[in-house]
């Protein structure tokens, strides 16, 4: 077999062996886990005091959910495990959805981390070979450091850019021959834009392979990426509770997104019920660290939404993948009374060759009705400045969307390169309806 890969005993590893493992790591965490005032309560509440309470992965149902709200109350030492002076770094997060949460990382939580990223760096066929520019931004964001020292561990030559300065990203893509990037997927396709401005074609840049992620976006997506780039682009997810990327990552197969399993306990439940939900059956995603030291989560819920992907992948690595995420549990709008999820409509828009790379969805009040409005840039090349063909394709767009949504929005058609852009993760929905 001849796979890249990094860590084979891990990676390969038998599920029996595999989930072995995962008990004893469990039980090590939970001592961990018990240094924490926040743990202590919580899992007395629950009747857990000693490891010993869970003898088999089964007993792991017994141990309460800890939510984002948790973190926030714990904030910020509530979930220290260890001594102060024992932990090297903190990461935050990004705070999209409200106050952020922080992780602190002893050193040998740092290495283990870039081990995992290390291996999905290797798992895509990228190699000491490759020059990598990381376009993610460096700081409490774990996408900057997290992707720079497992790209150092692997040997690649790696290029801090960090995000944002599109001019000069494109410079440095020139003069240092960049093979591999990691950029939120927005940020890939803001760059593309921004070629011809800068005299650059595609084909001057030496560009094999993109690591997107950090934010949701849809398979029409990736596939623009790639078709515009004449590149591979491969799915990463993470979160900062979960250290940041390096939780799962998609291999050359593309059939899914592996997650590491000797790291992390994945399980997927109904968000209502709470019920752990069977491999297709899409739900949140919950997950309790196996190695960290510093700061324990157990059974974590990440609001992130996706299922689990059932067989094997060619590959040949026994670690479950997860199938892209379908967005978080909060995005979900409903608009007049219709459930809708921001990727449905990504996922229509990337399929209309006229549409350009970006867009913004905005939610109106108008008398007691919701409104619903869709901003989108035009593809400069297919744009021909004929008003009949501008109304004729604004009608389309509205009847496309409302195939995949049962809602007909309004379309507003924008110049290429005029909806604003982020450097970070992309806010793609502005909800203007008045708070009740
Ligand atoms: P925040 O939760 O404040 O955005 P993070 O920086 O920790 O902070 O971001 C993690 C979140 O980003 C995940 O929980 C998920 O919602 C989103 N995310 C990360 N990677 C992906 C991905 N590949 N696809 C979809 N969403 C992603
Ligand atoms: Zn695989």
């Not at 469990?26 to 309470?53: I, M």
């Not at 102060?84 to 705070?95: A, D, K, N, Y």
Request: glycine fraction near 8%; charge should be neutral.
């Amino acid at each position: 077999m001849n796979v890249p890969v990094w860590n084979p005993a891990l990676e390969f590893m038998e599920r029996d062996a595999l989930e072995r493992l995962q008990l004893a790591a469990l039980r090590k965490t939970l001592v961990w886990a018990l240094k924490t005032p926040f743990y202590q309560r919580r899992l007395a509440d629950a009747g857990l005091k000693h490891p010993e309470d869970i003898a088999s992965l089964r007993d792991l149902r017994n141990i309460p959910y800890t939510t984002k709200d948790d973190l926030r109350g714990a904030y910020p030492h509530g979930l220290l495990a260890v001594e102060l002076e024992r932990t090297v770094r903190l990461h935050t997060s990004s705070g999209t959805t409200g106050m952020p949460t922080v992780i602190y990382h002893t050193r040998q939580d740092l290495d283990h981390w870039t081990e995992l990223v290390a291996r999905c760096i290797v798992a895509t066929g990228a190699t000491a070979r490759d020059v990598f520019q990381n376009m993610t931004s460096y700081g409490l964001f774990t996408g900057g450091l997290g992707l720079h020292y497992g790209a150092e561990r692997v040997g690649m030559l790696v290029i801090p850019a960090s995000s944002g300065n599109t001019s000069r990203q494109l410079q440095l893509m020139k003069n240092f021959r960049t093979t591999v990037v990691h950029a939120t997927p927005s940020y890939l396709l803001h760059l593309h834009a921004s070629l011809a401005g800068e005299g650059v074609t595609p084909d001057q840049l030496g560009l094999r392979k993109a690591f997107i992620g950090a934010e949701p976006h849809s398979e029409q997506t990736r596939r623009k990426i790639e078709d515009l780039f004449d590149i591979d682009a491969y799915n990463s997810y993470g979160l900062s509770e979960m250290n940041g990327p390096g939780v799962a990552f998609e291999c050359v197969h593309k059939t899914g997104l592996h997650c590491w399993e000797d790291a992390y306990i994945l399980e997927i439940v109904d968000p209502r019920t709470l019920q752990p939900l069977p491999e297709g059956e899409t739900g949140e995603i919950v997950m309790t660290t196996l190695q960290r030291q510093a700061t324990p989560l157990l059974r974590y819920r990440t609001r992130d939404l996706s299922h689990l992907v059932g067989g094997n992948c060619p590959c040949g690595r026994t670690h479950r993948r997860l199938a892209r995420i379908k967005g978080r549990s909060d995005d979900m709008l409903i608009v007049n009374g219709v459930n809708i999820f921001p990727s449905q409509i990504e996922d229509m828009l990337m399929r209309i060759p006229e549409v350009g790379t970006n867009y913004l969805i905005q939610l109106e009040k108008r008398g007691s009705l919701d409104r619903l409005l869709v901003k989108t840039e035009l593809n400069a090349r297919l744009f021909t400045g004929d008003p009949r063909a501008l109304d004729d394709l604004r009608d389309r767009i509205g009847e496309l969307l409302r195939s995949a949504i049962l809602v007909k929005p309004t379309v507003e058609l924008h110049e290429p390169g005029s909806l604003p852009v982020s450097e970070g993760k992309a806010r793609r929905v502005v909800d203007l309806r008045p708070a009740f």
